[in-house]
């Protein structure tokens, strides 16, 4: 695998490799990944199956009716997909440095920094791609689903279309916020352990902070976000705007990647310290 991963660079002049070289080889990397795979079959089957499941067990009486929001409770599979992005996105860096590969990368593409932005192209399209179809697939797999008495959002009704196209442009930043936390953290336990912690344990520790407190700290979280801004089609009191919170999780992203590529320069080849 190596030297099909390489060799779209060394077709290059020596020291004047393009950036699109690097790309097609992070491409290579990617789609060759057994992990690759798994990982979109269980995404899949978790944001379809749960939508499918939750939504075909939905009520609600009469005095819900002004706030029930199928289209947001559709997606409670986002809980699933984006730790298996935020995964993804780890692996794609971390792995290297476990396996050792690290070293044949860089021999190919010395500028750290380009390889870093590749990776992130890379990952961020393929997440995207599988985002956006997975969270339209999600949509009108869980409207089949509802029962007759609740109400079935259709993607001309103001808010919907908006939610499923953010909900899978969620995925696509989680994915590349777990890259981000792999190029600083190399290490792949480590990394995923912070992952973990940001996405579902940090929501934990603010419950225990008063209401004003916690409201004013929570929106700022990517899960919140994802559940209270990006997806939900009836806003939710104390969130941020769907386009603000995109934002938010946007400037996270760029942060972690802009870290990263610059320790990523600055640190030895060898395993994460």
Not at 234 to 263: E, M
Request: aromatic share 6%.
């Amino acid at each position: 695998m190596s030297t099909d991963v390489i060799s779209p660079v060394r077709r290059a002049v020596p020291g004047r490799y393009r950036f699109t070289d690097v790309a097609r080889m992070e491409w290579v990397k990617l789609r060759t990944l057994r992990s690759t795979g798994w990982m979109t079959l269980i995404l899949a089957a978790g944001m379809i199956g749960v939508a499918v499941l939750v939504l075909a067990n939905l009520h609600y009486s009469g005095a819900d009716r002004a706030s029930v929001d199928p289209t947001e409770e559709g997606f409670a599979g986002l809980a699933l997909g984006q730790l298996v992005l935020a995964v993804a996105g780890v692996l794609m860096i971390t792995s290297e440095f476990s396996s050792g590969m690290i070293r044949a990368t860089l021999a190919a593409a010395p500028r750290r920094r380009w390889l870093l932005a590749a990776k992130a192209l890379v990952l961020g399209l393929a997440s995207l791609v599988a985002g956006e179809i997975l969270a339209f697939a999600a949509f009108f797999a869980g409207r089949a689903a509802l029962a007759s008495p609740v109400p079935h959002p259709t993607l001309s009704q103001p808010g919907v279309l908006r939610a499923v196209i953010m909900a899978g442009a969620y995925l696509c930043v989680m994915g590349l916020i777990g890259l981000g936390i792999g190029a600083i953290i190399r290490h792949t336990a480590a990394a995923i352990t912070t992952a973990i912690a940001v996405i579902f344990v940090l929501p934990l520790i603010f419950l225990a902070l008063p209401t004003g407190p916690r409201n004013a700290v929570e929106k700022f979280l990517p899960e919140m976000i994802a559940q209270n801004s990006l997806t939900a089609v009836k806003p939710v009191a104390a969130s941020l705007t769907p386009w603000a919170g995109l934002g938010v999780l946007g400037l996270y992203a760029a942060v972690l990647l802009v870290a990263g590529g610059w320790l990523l320069a600055r640190r030895d080849a060898g395993a994460g310290e």
